[in-house]
């Protein structure tokens, strides 16, 4: 049975979600996570050198542990990383305790807000865009999954934030 008592935003990388995560959880009174903060600390590296020393194939089974790891927890405000819902059971997990709503942007916008990361290993590509591009067709069949979908392009943070706090708390009034 899905009891809502968390809020998780997924998205690819560059579409607002730790920034809108931080803003909401303000609003919110709730604590906000992000879930690659989580894996760097279980890891004792950056997801770069994750990647790098131990393969996208372990970091991927430490993102499922912290998934599984907030599942008793409440009052969240959960920034997963990109890729986190593509693994099998992630977004079941999440689910089952939160609403999942998906920040969207356009290739463009995100190759705009993420071209000078440099801790962002899946970009360290010769055509950016075009990565951007084949990963996004790649887990839009995932983020289609979420509850909600909100598009992050040329919007001010601070107002999908007020969406996002707002199909909250229409979602727990709808369960109370």
């Known amino acids: 049975m899905r009891r809502i008592r968390n809020l998780a935003l997924m998205?690819?990388?560059?579409?607002?979600k730790s920034s809108v995560g931080r803003i909401?959880?303000?609003?919110?009174?709730?604590e906000f996570v992000d879930t690659d903060a989580l894996v760097?600390?279980?890891?004792g590296q950056s997801i770069a050198d994750c990647f790098?020393?131990?393969?996208?194939g372990a970091f991927r089974a430490l993102e499922s542990a912290v998934v599984q790891a907030l599942a008793p927890r409440e009052?969240?405000?959960?920034?997963?990383?990109?890729?986190?819902?593509?693994?099998?059971g992630n977004l079941?997990?999440?689910?089952?305790?939160a609403l999942m709503v998906c920040l969207w942007a356009g290739p463009e916008t995100i190759l705009r807000r993420t071209q000078h990361h440099t801790h962002r290993p899946l970009l360290m590509?010769?055509?950016?865009?075009?990565?951007?591009?084949?990963?996004?067709?790649?887990r839009e069949p995932h983020y289609r999954r979420a509850d909600i979908i909100i598009n992050s392009d040329h919007r001010p943070l601070?107002?999908?934030?007020q969406q996002v706090i707002h199909q909250f708390m229409e979602s727990v009034a709808r369960e109370a």
């Not at 790098?52 to 996208?56: F, H, K, R, S, T």
């Not at 079941?92 to 305790?97: D, F, P, T, V």
């Not at 590509?125 to 790649?138: N, Q, V």
């Not at 601070?158 to 934030?161: G, I, K, M, P, Q």
């Open 92 to 97: 079941e997990s999440l689910r089952a305790h």
């Open 40 to 43: 760097e600390k279980s890891a």
């Open 125 to 138: 590509d010769a055509d950016p865009l075009a990565k951007i591009r084949e990963l996004l067709a790649l």
């Open 24 to 30: 909401a959880a303000a609003e919110l009174g709730f």
């Open 75 to 88: 009052r969240l405000v959960i920034a997963t990383g990109g890729g986190l819902v593509v693994t099998p």
């Open 52 to 56: 790098a020393q131990q393969g996208e």
């Open 158 to 161: 601070r107002e999908v934030a």
């Open 11 to 16: 998205g690819f990388m560059g579409t607002g």
